[in-house]
């Protein structure tokens, strides 16, 4: 039996409890939050967890053996290290930390203890990102060529961090996992239309060595919710909208195909638009996935899909992208922390 406590229960957390508990093999001995009346609402639908406002009585407590994170993304660092150092495995909410050192000094950590540091890329445990995985394995796409991605909504502005650490972590751990090229450098531009510097809209490109191109819009300013990804082969083109409740995934067999014309010193394109199919997509509920995923990695000592490398490359992309937009969309390299 694997005894986890977690800390944060605010809009996140529940949704993680309700998934911990349904584990036979796990049992969740405590909630932590500051806020007495988050606790209160806990005892509510769970009597049996035991609730405490102070996480140091979580991570010190020796019957535990796992602690998951789901507070405000400043916070992760400090609670994933004292966790470690009391040799906790640690579940991170997304973004795994706020800077590129935290996460690398808690990979350092958890690999010197060979405890399992991972963290909720929730979408990489979805049917619909592991089909998409599966087609481009197989090549049916033929070379990737870009990837586009639109997350907007009238979103809750965050106090801490700005649209792109909020959003766009669900779409980079996608890239990342879809596409095995490593990024090279981000563009990202921005604005803030509140006063607090903290923007609302972004936009981020991702750049690679090859033809390659990603393309993230994020915003929470938006009238009407999208969700939708485009991804670009040379053999055919997919389109996936989470917002469908079955038919998330498009393929399209289309595509171009080009020719110089010397004389005229033009290039000519033809165009193919063949058929459409739709995959059928797994509809189990992803962070109930994620959540087994942790504990069967904890019982076995394998990797997690979500694990904490794919953390750090998020968090590389963010901080990257955050450098970028305070130099209005200035071109930052991946390679500076190497
Ligand atoms: N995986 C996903 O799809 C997903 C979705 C939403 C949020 N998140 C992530 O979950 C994390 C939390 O987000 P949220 O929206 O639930 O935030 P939230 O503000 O609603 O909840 C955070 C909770 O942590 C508590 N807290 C803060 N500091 C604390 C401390 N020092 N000790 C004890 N409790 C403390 C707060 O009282 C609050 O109840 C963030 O990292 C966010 O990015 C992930």
Same mark, same amino acid.
């Given at each position: ?13 529940? @949704?993680?409890?309700? @998934?911990? @508990? #349904? ?18 609402? !806990? ?43 009391? &040799? ?38 979805? #049917? ?25 909504? !009238? &979103? ?33 531009? &921005? ?51 989470? !917002? ?10 289309? #595509? ?54 794919? #953390? ?16 209005? &969309? ?9």
């Amino acid at each position: 039996m694997i005894k986890v406590g977690l800390i944060g229960y605010g809009y996140w957390g529940p @949704n993680l409890v309700r @998934n911990f @508990n #349904g584990i036979p093999e796990c049992k969740i001995k405590y909630v932590c939050d500051s806020r007495e009346d988050r606790l209160k609402l !806990l005892k509510q639908t769970y009597p049996f967890i035991d609730t405490v406002t102070d996480a140091n009585l979580v991570i010190e407590d020796k019957e535990i053996d796992a602690v998951v994170i789901a507070t405000p993304v400043f916070t992760h660092y400090k609670f994933a290290k004292a966790a470690l150092e009391n &040799g906790k495995h640690v579940l991170l909410e997304k973004p795994m930390t706020a800077s590129v050192k935290e996460a690398m000094d808690l990979m350092k950590m958890a690999e010197d203890q060979s405890k399992v540091l991972m963290v909720d890329h929730t979408f990489l445990y979805t #049917g619909a990102v592991q089909t998409m995985k599966k087609i481009i394995n197989r090549g049916e796409m033929g070379k990737i060529k870009y990837f586009d991605s639109t997350r907007i909504n !009238l &979103g809750l502005f965050q106090p801490d961090v700005n649209v792109l650490w909020d959003l766009a972590p669900h779409d980079i751990s996608i890239l990342n996992f879809l596409v095995n090229e490593t990024p090279y450098s981000v563009n990202a531009t &921005g604005v803030s239309h509140t006063n607090n510097n903290i923007e609302n809209i972004a936009y981020l490109t991702v750049n690679y060595q090859s033809d390659f191109i990603a393309h993230f819009n994020c915003s929470w300013t938006s009238p009407v919710k999208i969700r939708m990804m485009l991804l670009g082969g040379n053999e055919k083109m997919l389109v996936y909208n989470d !917002l469908e409740p079955s038919e998330k995934i498009r393929i399209y067999d289309t #595509g171009y195909s080009y020719k110089s014309d010397e004389e005229r010193k033009k290039i000519l394109v033809d165009y193919r638009a063949g058929d459409v199919y739709i995959p059928k997509v797994e509809m189990k509920e992803a962070l109930s996935s994620m959540a087994n995923d942790f504990v069967n990695c904890i019982q076995s000592g394998s990797k997690p899909v979500a694990d904490m490398k794919s #953390g750090i490359d998020v968090v590389k992309v963010l901080e990257a992208a955050q450098l970028s937009i305070k130099q209005n &969309g200035k071109e930052i390299k991946l390679d500076i922390w190497n």
